[in-house]
């Protein structure tokens, strides 16, 4: 591995600079993104084509120091193996023609096999690693169970998910159900994603912050520490670090430390220095600048970074980041200023 900061940071050991990735690095603000995608015809074809999902994720590293790069998919991977019918209508977000809304709906829900329906990822996996040749750590990953029932009883994106919640309170055995096969068919794709060559795996728990404390614990937290159980119960997986974000959870972030994950991913609600005191002495940290400060001047961007830096104090176990995903707006020059500020403001002598 040539370079293998984002990794040391991960196991908190010592870094000659604060390593730096940003959620959706490969995606719509860049224009080569654009023309592969188009080259693809859509976003799913882009996702089955290993190498034209290879291409995209390499990318952003052509263009701006990164120290990671993150697989080229998507979260709703396992509900389209499950049988639900993933499609993007031209401009708008994903949807499935078969939701699940009933008993009968969560009955015939398996496990996908990671090697079967959804070799193509595993096959993405294997085409990344070989074509980064060291040069920075593979990242794998998946969307928490609360997360994916989100979309998969909504049947769409949503800003409130009321039918999943509607779920929880009517039917909470039917959710439990629903969130036990989801649960263990992430562990497994995240397994086969290691196995494959990812050298980190992330948790996207997106929505976990939709829920009450009590609710979160028992319907998101709960089923995120099965996971991680899981995994570092596995000899192959045990040390492949493990970051969970679930956004918008801040109350959570000691019990989401507990679970035996090696990182937390942070919102930008929350000052990295807080963060760090209630569960530095545990985790990493990964997060967490508001995506919206991208579009400030280069000059504000490089301060923000260092406020970052300086929130986080000094020490290791951080992993410079947004807070959450990269918008299509951005200007690509407004990244490039990001990732330099953070390693020329981050860097031991
Ligand atoms: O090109 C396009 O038009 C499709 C846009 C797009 C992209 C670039 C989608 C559809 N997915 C992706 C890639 C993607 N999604 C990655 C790639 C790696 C990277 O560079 O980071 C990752 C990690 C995801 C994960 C993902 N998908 C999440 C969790 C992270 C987050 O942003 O909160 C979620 C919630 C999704 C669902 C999804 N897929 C796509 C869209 C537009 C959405 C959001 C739908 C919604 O709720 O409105």
Not at 42 to 53: K, Y
Not at 334 to 344: F, I, K, N, Q
């Amino acid at each position: 591995m040539q370079n293998d900061r984002f990794l040391r940071a991960l196991r908190r050991e010592p870094v000659d600079a604060t390593p730096v990735w940003l959620m959706r690095q490969a995606g719509r603000y860049l224009p080569e993104y654009r023309a592969t995608r188009a080259k693809a015809g859509s976003f799913m074809a882009l996702c089955t084509n290993p190498e034209l999902a290879c291409e995209v994720t390499l990318q952003p590293l052509e263009r701006f120091a990164l120290d990671a790069a993150i697989l080229f998919s998507d979260i709703l991977t396992i509900p389209d193996a499950m049988g639900l019918g993933l499609h993007f209508a031209d401009g708008e977000g994903p949807k499935f023609r078969n939701p699940v809304r009933s008993e009968a709906d969560v009955a015939r829900l398996g496990v996908p096999d990671p090697e079967g329906e959804l070799r193509y990822v595993m096959d993405a996996v294997r085409t990344i690693r070989a074509a980064l040749g060291g040069r920075v750590p593979l990242i794998g990953f998946s969307g928490s169970p609360w997360t994916l029932a989100c979309y998969m009883v909504e049947g769409e994106g949503s800003s409130n998910f009321a039918r999943p919640k509607s779920m929880l309170w009517n039917e909470p055995a039917l959710m439990h159900r629903l969130l036990d096969t989801v649960a263990r068919s992430v562990s497994t794709y995240l397994a086969a994603q290691a196995a494959a060559g990812a050298q980190a795996l992330m948790v996207f728990d997106t929505w976990g912050g939709l829920l009450a404390p009590a609710q979160f614990r028992e319907f998101s937290l709960r089923y995120l520490a099965q996971i991680a159980a899981t995994l570092k119960a596995d000899a192959a997986t045990r040390d492949v670090p493990l970051i969970l974000f679930s956004k918008g959870a801040n109350g959570h972030l000691e019990a989401l430390a507990a679970t035996g994950c090696d990182a937390l991913g942070v919102d930008w609600t929350i000052s990295l220095g807080d963060a760090r005191a209630r569960v530095g002495g545990k985790v990493a940290l990964q997060g967490n600048l508001d995506p919206a400060a991208l579009h400030a001047s280069p000059e504000a961007i490089e301060a923000e970074v260092g406020a970052a830096l300086a929130s986080y104090g000094d020490g290791p176990g951080h992993v410079f980041n947004l807070g959450h995903g990269i918008t299509p707006d951005v200007r690509p020059e407004r990244v490039a200023a990001l990732v330099d500020a953070v390693h020329r403001l981050s860097a031991r002598g």
